[in-house]
């Protein structure tokens, strides 16, 4: 007999770990205890040195779903005898060491349930278990227990509280139990006046108010969500003029897979996806006949992919199903503004969008979007759009441990931050773009809980290069105010260190091209950098070429209009002058002729300039449209039985210009748009391999926000064999991930100077 103290530690609190643990230890009719301790779970187990052996081996190989064990710890204790085996109380005295867990989606027990007459949380909207429901969201303290979530305010009925305490219970130690008799409360409002706060009538309510061709903001897990009927094109315009939306796609909240599979493709990894505890929305090709009265070209202008979800919260799940058809389900905010979250929030700033606001009475602690994937249509290649719900704040990367304290701020748009602490390394979910002081306040909010949680503060600040950024702006004053060094980073190197550091990259005595493909950063010269090959070799990083530079014709404003990017490229040619007023025109010719200081080789812009180009968009009303459009127009050549193009000439600098003429002559020659579209692509590939052999390089990373394209993805898959590549997996290409880079770039050079 012995007596053995393990702690395992990872993703193992909110998950079903202890109850696991005592009845496997039942089982095995071994006996001591286990706690949720500030660093992990412990057991302290006493029985034969065999079964305890098997003990742990089982702990490890059969550990609930939700999990994620990074470590397990074994200590020999002075023997001790138990009389039974038993969940014990919480220890919290010391600084947690713990991994967050993430808000996971509805499990299909639940589900079940939710839809039974007989059972007595029949169409209860907030029924969770061990195995689903929220935690990052309602967190205030750890170790995650009961009154350190926004769940200490209701207590138990007897009847919750017999399955909480019930070791053969699903609910046995849910810290979200509840039921309609000691549960959280709806509230349907219209107009700021109360119209009910009975469930059921609330929830009928907010179903009719739908069902008529209305509005409804509902309060989900991590905010508020505004529905809509997406069948309805009056409904669906009306919400993007009271949005200031005018044609960035909707997400589609769908009632099941069967209706969803009627009107997009599905592939099994966008199944798993969909029902995964994630329950991110997955972007999917249209069929080609949608069943459902979707009003595609009202969801998605110009584009013949959807963004799609299922229900992941049991309140969407009723709504859902009562409605049968599919909802716009869009976050609960004003275009460039944080999502609302407090009902206080979503009482004054979103009434003037939606006509009814369903409430509910349990505090969101930290607002988070939805998360969103993409899969490439021919290799299903995995592209994260966006890391929020469900998958942050913890990341997993066993291989990558950096020093603790470390505070990485992260970028201006689409703005992370990252923070180390005791071998874990947490990346905030997507916080939006903090040119918005709203977004400012949100992401200070985000890192005040996280700081505050863990218990801890920073001991070394990093940022972005750009001085200007609200990110670096902020990181320098926590700084000052705590006497801590700040370390800037380049922008595109953070972008190479972040896909070094998710493929354990750093340390291999291989060299790496990093082709690092975005809109904007400020290099190291003082241009703005975006079309980058780096090579990286014995922790050092080496721009090794880039495309031409070309004026940064009107800064910002080309960002927005990718006629500007065209006559930054061209200069004023004859072809571009339809795109403008004979003002502008003037204007502009003018303004041309001036000397341009700063200069860049943005990709993004270069995207913009060639979707202007072929007639695709001149001025674009988001981010990304006219490279969306541009993608989308590729598609329709890359068909069964159409060749593969020539790819355009690029000399040995290069030369943006070069490729837009040789463009400019395929349009003027009546080449197919869709062909020109892909050949530029095609080209792209063509040029990386290019590089890769002129440097006799095998192994390719890839960055930056412009491997978000699918159509790229699947291109480089398909035309770069031999070569090993290696894309981002667990986190966005985009500047998502800048916060991670920054976090990989400085621990390579603390490893670089030992």
Not at 97 to 102: D, F
Not at 273 to 295: N, R
Not at 604 to 617: E, H, K, N, P
Request: aromatic share 8%; charged share 15%.
């Amino acid at each position: 007999m012995t007596t053995l103290h393990l702690h395992i530690q990872g993703q193992v609190q909110g998950v079903g770990f202890r109850p696991f643990v005592y009845r496997l230890a039942l089982e095995m009719e071994l006996k001591g205890w286990v706690n949720n301790g500030v660093d992990g779970v412990h057991i302290k187990v006493c029985g034969a040195v065999e079964t305890i052996q098997h003990f742990t081996q089982r702990i490890v190989a059969e550990a609930p779903a939700l999990a994620r064990i990074t470590a397990v710890h074994k200590q020999n204790s002075p023997f001790q005898t138990f009389t039974n085996f038993q969940i014990i109380a919480s220890e919290s005295l010391s600084t947690p060491q713990l991994l967050l867990t993430p808000d996971f989606g509805l499990c299909a027990d639940c589900k079940s349930e939710l839809h039974q007459a007989q059972n007595f949380r029949y169409k209860y909207a907030f029924i969770t278990c061990t195995n689903c429901g929220p935690r990052y969201s309602i967190i205030t303290g750890l170790p995650y227990d009961r009154p350190l979530t926004t769940m200490r305010d209701f207590r138990m009925c007897p009847t919750c509280q017999a399955e909480y305490d019930d070791p053969l219970n699903r609910r046995y130690y849910a810290q979200t139990n509840s039921c309609p008799t000691c549960g959280i409360h709806l509230q349907y409002v219209e107009e700021k006046n109360d119209s009910s706060e009975n469930n059921e009538i609330a929830l009928q309510a907010a179903i009719a108010t739908l069902d008529a061709g209305k509005i409804v903001a509902v309060k989900g897990i991590g905010g508020f969500l505004i529905l809509a009927d997406a069948t309805n094109a009056n409904t669906i315009n009306l919400l993007r003029q009271r949005k200031r939306r005018p044609s960035k796609p909707f997400a589609l909240l769908y009632p099941d897979l069967k209706s969803l599979a009627a009107d997009v493709k599905l592939s099994p990894q966008a199944v798993e996806a969909l029902q995964s505890p994630v329950a991110p929305i997955v972007i999917l090709p249209v069929q080609a006949l949608p069943q459902s009265g979707v009003q595609v070209a009202d969801v998605a202008p110009g584009l013949r992919r959807l963004g799609v979800m299922l229900p992941y919260a049991p309140l969407l799940e009723l709504i859902s199903a009562a409605l049968g058809r599919p909802l716009v389900a869009t976050s609960g905010n004003l275009s460039h503004t944080p999502i609302a979250y407090t009902n206080e929030q979503a009482l004054e700033r979103l009434s003037g969008i939606a006509d009814g606001i369903l409430l509910h009475n349990r505090e969101i602690v930290v607002p988070q979007d939805d998360s969103v994937l993409v899969f490439t249509l021919r290799r299903q290649q995995k592209i994260v759009i966006r890391r929020s719900r469900g998958l942050a704040p913890t990341l997993l990367l066993p291989h990558f441990q950096a020093q603790n304290g470390l505070l990485a701020m992260g970028a201006l748009l689409k703005s992370t931050f990252a923070f180390t602490h005791q071998q874990n390394l947490y990346l905030s979910q997507y916080l939006g773009d903090l040119e918005d002081f709203d977004t400012q306040q949100n992401y200070q909010l985000t890192l005040q809980h996280l700081l505050s949680t863990l218990q801890v503060e920073p001991t070394c600040i990093l940022v972005d290069l750009h001085p200007a950024y609200a990110s670096s702006q902020l990181g320098r004053e926590m700084a000052d105010e705590r006497g801590l060094t700040v370390v800037p980073i380049q922008h595109h190197l953070a972008h190479f260190g972040a896909v070094l550091a998710e493929h354990d990259l750093l340390d291999q005595a291989e060299p790496v091209l990093g082709v690092i493909w975005d809109g904007v950063g400020l290099g190291e010269d003082g241009q703005i950098w975006g079309g980058e090959f780096f090579v990286y070799h014995q922790k050092q990083f080496h721009r090794k070429s880039h495309f031409q530079y070309f004026p940064y014709f009107m800064g910002d404003k080309m960002a927005r209009e990718p006629r500007l990017a065209a006559l930054a490229v061209l200069g004023p040619d004859p072809v571009l002058e339809a795109k403008f007023s004979a003002a502008e025109w003037a204007n502009y010719q003018v303004l041309w002729q001036k000397i341009q200081p700063i200069q860049t080789s943005s990709m993004g812009r270069i995207f913009d300039a060639v979707a202007a180009l072929l007639g695709v968009l001149d001025v674009q009303t988001y981010e990304g449209e006219a490279a969306l459009q541009l993608e989308e127009l590729a598609w329709t050549y890359w068909q069964p039985g159409n060749p593969l193009p020539e790819a355009y000439i690029f000399d040995g600098q290069i030369s943006t210009q070069h490729l837009l003429l040789q463009i400019k002559a395929d349009v003027e020659a009546g080449l197919p748009r869709n062909l020109i579209a892909f050949k530029f692509h095609f080209s792209l590939i063509e040029l990386i391999k290019t590089m890769a052999t002129a440097e006799q390089l095998q192994r390719i990373a890839f960055s930056g926000g412009v491997w978000q394209n699918s159509l790229l993805v699947d291109l480089a898959l398909s035309q770069l064999q031999g070569f090993q590549l290696y894309f981002h997996e667990e986190v966005s290409p985009n500047d998502e991930c800048i916060a991670l880079g920054q976090v990989a770039f400085f621990e390579m050079h603390v490893k670089a100077a030992k």
